[in-house]
């Protein structure tokens, strides 16, 4: 609904109050579009909306400029009510180039608003894009509210005296789109020149330019008479606290430093940068001052090898990777399950196989996870379900390694590892500590001696006096820890182990579901499908339709209680950016005939495209 009201600082506009909206700036890769779109949800951020985020690279370094190939784009829905993604389809287009334009307006809503950077439809840029005729002229626009701006023309109008050279002035243009939008949904600039002052200190003439920018897009709006309307997006009615703005692999480097803390152990991350997994590296960096490392290794195997060395002398070794990385890595992976020794593996999903779309999301990556290793070797397989809850997977998957003595795999995706939405900080004293119990006392130590309730062997730093010890890739004793080929030892070490790692289900909460107990749907999702998901069955229910909702984190080993709960409905319906792997796991697990939503495309779930797909199988 939108309410009617006049804004005193807009006094010739029309102020809408909107409860959400979904906007999209789109242009080259050069353009700035992430930056303006990170700007713009801190902005949002500020005014205590609640929000999410969907930014979209292009996989090539450097394509030419102008072309499809090199477009970037950044979405974000912002709301005054609960948000679960970034939404379906914008309702407002920024689009920097002809390229932009044709890469999205076909998500762009009927009669949504497209706002043009006039001044980049030259013939020139039509042709690279493909385009025959301007789009600004041949009506092909006509479903949409077009606002045709020379926003090059402007910027540099704007900046011609301050010294600036031509790239810097050109760079500058995203600053007024920034300062556009910021005055058509009510937002102050104060936080943003700020902002823009303190990121280029050292550069204070650059940093005047693009505040000059920034004010000469608000003010255009303000004074030009092709706008007639603002709109306002009220606060969101969010849990008391502390907030900010987070991004998945923010969220993870943060969760790792709480790590450090909440067990007392040095955390050392060993890594080789590939997207989209290089920020976690980036941003743990920033927290030296904390009792973490970062290595920057020479390629995936010596990171996952440092990460082992770091375990084994008594730190929580980590690795931040992709796909391909883990596949480089599995077989250090076997040998820390193998000796038993507390790692993570954080694996940020991109699609695939090889290098496939490596700025883009999927989650096919999960078999890869669960049986990747030769032998028998089972591990832990974790899954955040969105950018926030990254920190607490985070947390979650280290007790595990700590508490069971095992690697871990943490699962999130190029979706969750790049969008935003507000973090509420949670109180220190509230976390719960899991610092690990090394083991000094020599009296009849045995490497493989094991803890009757977990099965997790001791952790021994090297170097303690009398407790000695050897460890490695050839079997062991089961007890002694000496090279063993003894069958009966073997097959005793390997269910051992297996039967170790399935323990982790004592520890797992009871699921949580979303709706009925029983009925005739039940929507079984992991990871980065949660909001979709939840938004789409919560759809469902108010239109009066048996339909509930459980989301997992734990996907190996599962949860005890969700083989009861599957039988508990007639149907179970399981969405899943990959061809059914989740549904494979449960279908042979349970003996349930469970049914997949699948989707391969680069991009998350929409809410439509669940509900209508879940409406197909509702009675």
Not at 388 to 417: K, S, Y
Request: net charge neutral; charged share 20%; with cysteine.
């Amino acid at each position: 609904m939108e309410s009617v009201s006049t804004q005193p600082h807009h006094p010739a506009h029309k102020s809408h109050e909107l409860s959400a909206v979904t906007i999209r700036f789109c242009g080259d890769s050069g353009d700035g579009m992430q930056f303006t779109g990170s700007e713009f949800t801190r902005v949002s951020a500020l005014a205590g909306n609640d929000l999410q985020t969907l930014p979209d690279y292009p996989a090539e370094i450097r394509a030419p400029v102008g072309t499809l190939a090199g477009v970037s784009g950044f979405q974000v829905q912002f709301s005054s009510a609960p948000v679960f993604t970034p939404g379906d389809a914008p309702e407002v287009l920024v689009a920097m180039n002809p390229a932009a334009l044709k890469s999205n307006l076909a998500d762009l809503v009927r009669s949504g608003t497209l706002i043009l950077n006039s001044g980049a439809f030259t013939k020139q840029n039509l042709d690279k894009a493909g385009y025959t005729s301007n789009p600004m002229e041949d009506g092909s626009l006509a479903a949409y509210r077009v606002h045709a701006i020379d926003i090059s023309k402007l910027t540099a109008t704007a900046l011609a005296d301050t010294g600036l050279s031509a790239r810097e002035i050109a760079r500058a243009k995203n600053m007024f789109a920034l300062g556009l939008m910021l005055w058509m949904y009510s937002r102050p600039m104060e936080a943003t020149v700020k902002f823009l002052e303190q990121k280029f200190a050292k550069m204070p003439d650059v940093a005047a330019g693009n505040v000059k920018a920034l004010k000469a897009g608000y003010y255009f709006g303000e004074t030009a008479e092709i706008f007639t309307e603002t709109f306002v997006v009220r606060a969101a009615e969010l849990p008391k606290g502390t907030y900010r703005s987070i991004s998945g692999n923010e969220a993870t480097a943060l969760g790792l430093v709480a790590t450090s803390e909440l067990s007392g152990l040095k955390v050392f991350l060993g890594t080789y940068p590939i997207t989209p997994a290089s920020d976690i590296l980036h941003e743990l960096s920033k927290h030296r001052n904390f009792n973490v490392n970062t290595f920057q290794a020479e390629d995936e195997i010596a990171a996952v090898c440092a990460s082992l060395g770091a375990s084994f002398g008594g730190s929580l070794g980590v690795t931040s990777t992709s796909g391909p990385g883990v596949a480089l890595m599995q077989e250090t992976i076997s040998l820390a399950l193998t000796v038993e020794l507390p790692m993570l593996v954080i694996n940020v999903q991109r699609g695939g196989p090889s290098t496939g779309l490596p700025t883009k999301t999927e989650q096919a990556d999960l078999l890869q996870a669960i049986f990747g290793r030769n032998g028998e070797a089972p591990l832990p397989v974790l899954a955040a379900s969105g950018p926030a809850d990254c920190f607490d997977a985070v947390l979650e998957a280290a007790r595990v390694a700590i508490r069971h003595m095992t690697p871990v795999i943490l699962l999130t995706d190029g979706f969750i590892a790049n969008g935003q939405e507000p973090w509420k900080l949670p109180e220190a004293e509230q976390l719960a500590k899991f610092a690990p119990k090394f083991r000094t006392d020599p009296k009849d130590y045995h490497v493989y001696e094991r803890d009757p309730k977990t099965l997790a062997r001791a952790w021994v730093r090297p170097g303690t006096p009398g407790l000695e010890h050897r460890i490695g890739g050839l079997e062991k004793h089961k007890l002694t820890g000496n090279v063993s080929y003894d069958p009966d030892n073997h097959e005793e070490m390997v269910r051992t182990r297996a039967e170790k790692v399935a323990r982790v289900a004592d520890d797992i909460a009871p699921l949580s579901i979303l709706g009925p107990k029983s009925g005739d749907v039940l929507v079984l999702g992991w990871g980065s499908t949660c909001g979709a998901i939840q938004q789409a069955v919560q759809q469902l229910q108010a239109k009066g339709h048996s339909i509930s909702a459980v989301h997992l984190r734990h996907l190996n080993p599962l949860p005890k209680d969700l083989g009861e709960i599957l039988a508990r409905f007639k149907k179970v319906v399981i969405p899943e950016l990959n061809l059914g792997q989740l549904q494979m796991l449960v279908r042979a697990r349970y003996l349930v005939d469970a049914q997949g939503i699948h989707k391969i495309k680069g991009k998350p779930f929409r809410v439509s495209e669940l509900k209508s797909a879940l409406e197909g199988y509702l009675s």
